[in-house]
């Protein structure tokens, strides 16, 4: 009993002295740099019939969400459906390859504002006159880590409106214009 518990003793005492330098290290190695913010782009490619429409799409990683700033031309006048969709695959003539819309957590189509929406439900552009649209803000649904991760995913804007209440798809219309999210520079 008393050989046991000496050798107890003797063991616990190894293990601090070994762990020790251990802890010491640990506390005197510098704190790393947090990783420079990610952003990502889309390059807007027209489909087949709307060669007019091109543009970007930029993401970047901001307290609370990911800022999304659009800039659009050769759009007709007037609000087209602006969605992330499940694939980067920008492919087929009519759009159709991006599938359906970014839907990691299986929820129903909404507005942007919505409690209720899929990630990629990012409402309506609105092109002016001249056929060019601008947006920007902060959405809080997505990310650049995990399931919500807006990176490989598809951007698609389509020729009419999104109305927020047909499912799946807000009744947009046709794709005139797809992109890959990617890293940028
Ligand atoms: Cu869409
Ligand atoms: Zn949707």
């Known amino acids: 009993m008393l050989c046991s518990s000496r050798l107890a003793s003797f063991l616990l005492a190894s293990a601090l002295v070994a762990y020790a330098p251990a802890l010491l290290c640990a506390a005197d190695a510098p704190v ?11 390059v807007l490619v027209p489909t087949q019939g709307n060669d007019a429409v091109h543009g970007t799409v930029r993401f970047t990683k901001v307290t609370g969400g990911v800022r999304v700033v659009v800039d659009v031309t050769g759009l007709k006048p007037g609000e087209h459906g602006f969605h992330l969709h499940e694939f980067g695959d920008t492919t087929s003539a009519d759009g159709m390859a991006a599938g359906g819309h970014f839907n990691p957590t299986k929820d129903t189509h909404g507005a942007p504002t919505a409690e209720h ?9 609105k092109a002016d006159a001249t056929g060019h649209a601008t947006l920007e803000y902060v959405d ?5 880590e995990g399931a919500a991760s807006v990176l490989g995913h598809g951007v698609v804007i389509h020729a009419n409106p999104d109305d927020f209440t047909t499912q799946p798809t807000g009744n947009a219309g046709p794709r005139v214009a797809v992109g890959v999210i990617g890293l940028a520079k």
């Open 32 to 42: 790393p740099a947090a990783p420079a913010s990610p952003a990502a782009v889309a």
């Open 117 to 125: 929406r899929h990630e990629g439900d990012l409402g309506n552009l």
């Open 140 to 144: 809080t649904k997505l990310s650049f």
